[in-house]
């Protein structure tokens, strides 16, 4: 699915990037209020990662025109 509505391309670069959990990857991007993950920090280190792992995520940077 390129527009990733549940956010899967995220746990991916995670797995990639050796996270042992969701839980631990999401840890990372808490917000301080508690109320979610923080969009901002989130979207920087994906693109920043996932530069790392083309071979396997590289297609929806093709998909999605956003490289």
């Not at 990372?28 to 901002?40: D, V």
């Not at 989130?42 to 297609?59: M, N, P, R």
Request: hydrophobic share 35%.
């Amino acid at each position: 699915n390129p527009n990733d509505n549940i956010g899967a391309r995220y746990s991916i670069v995670a797995i990639l990037e050796g996270f042992d959990s969701q839980e631990e990857y999401e840890e990372q991007f808490e917000s301080k209020n508690g109320m979610g993950l923080e969009y901002e920090a989130l979207e920087k280190w994906f693109y920043e990662s996932a530069q790392k792992h083309l071979d396997v995520i590289g297609w929806w940077f093709e998909l999605d025109n956003v490289m």
